[in-house]
């Protein structure tokens, strides 16, 4: 936890990339603070040129939902086919 921010379930966000072999179509990595700080557990997707922030993540449900979008690209999904 940083800054008084949520937990990042970093454990499971890893264990979903390698139980669904994700690796090889949407790279995750994690680090400390991207910014903006005032939006907490900040995201950024990118794509090419394109890139999607995401912020105020904090539920396991936000979590899941970016496994759910990763998934999508694995099978041929877009950067628009983000679950929101």
């Known amino acids: 936890m940083e800054k008084g921010n949520d937990v ?3 454990d499971a966000l890893k264990a979903a990339w390698e139980e ?7 790279k995750l990595s994690i680090s400390g603070c991207l910014g ?9 997707m990118m794509d090419g040129s394109d ?3 995401l912020g105020g993540l904090g539920s396991n449900e936000h979590y899941d939902a970016l ?3 990763a998934k ?12 929101i």
């Open 8 to 10: 990042v379930p970093i």
């Open 20 to 26: 669904h072999d994700l690796k090889e179509h949407v």
């Open 36 to 44: 903006p700080c005032s939006m907490k557990n900040v995201s950024l």
């Open 51 to 53: 890139r999607i922030w």
């Open 67 to 69: 496994v759910t979008w």
């Open 72 to 83: 999508s690209i694995a099978n041929g999904g877009t950067m628009s086919d983000l679950p």
